[in-house]
Each structure stands twice: as C-alpha cells, then as structure tokens.
C-alpha cells in the first residue's frame, strides 16, 4: 500500500473516530503503526476466518501488546467492526471514483477496463481481497450483510449504469431487457475476476492457464456480450 493510499485511510480513521468505532490513541498513533494493526488483523482473518480472530494472535502480529489493542478498541468484535467499516467506505470510494469513467466509454472499452483495472488493482491489495472472499464465498450472514451486500449491489449497480448508457447511445438494441442484463454481465464480471484473484477459483473455473492469458479470454467474454445486445448488423436476425 503506497503513502498516498494510507492517507486516504486516515481520512475514514477519523471519521470512524467521530463514530466511535475508535479512540483517539488509534488515530494519533505513527501511520505505520496503524498500518501493522490493520494488516494484522486481515492475516489473523484470513488465516482462521473472521469470527474466529484471536487478539492475542492479533497483538503478536501486530507488534503491540494485547493492552494496547484495548487502549484502541472495546473488545475483539469492536476491532473487527472497525476494520470492516474502514475497508468498505474504501472499496465503495474507489467504485464510485470509476462510475463516470465508465460511464462514459463506448461499452467495449468500458468493460474491458472495468474487468482489467480491477484485477490489476486487487492483486497489489491481496489481503484485502482474501478477506473479501471469505466473507463473500463461506456464508457468514452477518459479514454477507455488512461488507459483501454493500459492495456486491454498487458492483452491478455500475455494470447497470454502464448499459444503461450504453443504451442510450445506441450501442444496445432497443429490446434488449437492461436491467436483466446487468445483472448477467455482473455475474460473468464476477466470475472472470474472481477466478484471477482468488486462485482456487480458477482451479473450478479453468479460465486461465500457461496456454490461455487474461487477456485472451476478457477479449473473448466482451465479444460474446456485445454479441448477445449490440444493434444487429444489417440481414442478421
């Protein structure tokens, strides 16, 4: 994570302070030491799963005392509420900054970058990411509500604007059910990232290997979409 990405959190830890998800001493700690605290707490979650973090474990990972974890937050769930409030107005912050990008792109372009862009930025985050996946693909409710619903409905409320607008340039044909297909490009988007950055997905999935580069396959996945809604070329039905 560069310095101007942290900054960028120390602008959510304080809002999160206001909030009270956490204290002052958090805050005005050094940002590396912030940093080592939260990375902590996403290789104790990945390692064992988010309801089993241990603050002990934590704490070692961190290189500060279990007492000082406590200085910043009330207990083991108020650490790791802090830590999935934090990570979501992130990744929302950073969707919305794509939003009129997007927007504005012929589709083609626009689906090609949205996939591209995201898998080269989740791999450098590939903590958060794990993370992510777990909350997303082992069926905790309560993480599925407040860090996967949450990104998971921005994620193809993009996609739908995209068509969306798309459509009202005319690279849609007019029949074509929108709101329908939105939601089945998001599906193949999911899929095709995923499948890049979570590795034993791509073991199900097969959509990659020494033979078959990313690129190959986005460029094959955009085609069979444009495919199925551009405007039909002249004598085809």
């Known amino acids: 994570m560069t310095l101007s990405d942290w900054l960028q959190y120390h602008t959510y830890i304080l809002e999160l302070e ?28 990945n390692a064992k799963g988010p309801a089993s973090l241990n603050i002990k474990e ?10 000082s974890l406590y200085q910043y937050f009330p207990n ?44 080269e930025w989740g791999q450098t985050e ?10 997303a693909y082992q069926g905790d409710h309560d993480l599925g509500e407040c ?12 996609i739908r604007e995209m068509l969306a607008t ?17 939601r089945v490009v998001n ?17 199900y999935f097969q959509v990659t290997d020494e033979s078959m580069p990313l690129q190959r396959v986005t460029d094959g996945l955009v085609e069979m979409i444009l495919r199925g809604i551009e405007p039909l070329e002249k004598g085809e039905s």
Not at 19 to 37: H, N, P, S, W, Y
Not at 147 to 156: D, G, Q
């Open 18 to 45: 206001k909030e009270g998800k956490v204290t002052r001493t958090f805050r005005r700690l050094d940002l590396e030491r912030q940093q080592a605290i939260l990375n902590a707490v996403l290789a104790e979650a």
């Open 58 to 67: 934590i704490a070692r990972r961190a290189g500060v005392s279990v007492g």
């Open 76 to 119: 083991r769930d108020g650490l790791l509420d802090f830590t999935v409030t934090l990570f979501v107005r992130y990744l929302t912050d950073l969707f919305e900054m794509s939003r009129p990008f997007l927007r504005e792109m012929p589709l083609r372009e626009a689906l090609k970058a949205y996939l591209q862009v995201g898998v």
């Open 126 to 135: 590939a903590d958060l990411i794990r993370f992510f996946g777990r909350a």
């Open 147 to 158: 860090i996967v619903r949450p990104i998971a409905t921005l994620m193809r409320d993009i």
């Open 166 to 182: 798309a459509a009202a340039r005319g690279e849609i044909r007019p029949e074509v059910d929108v709101e329908a297909a939105a």
């Open 187 to 203: 599906l193949m988007m999911i899929a095709m990232g995923d499948s890049q950055l979570l590795p034993y997905l791509n073991v």
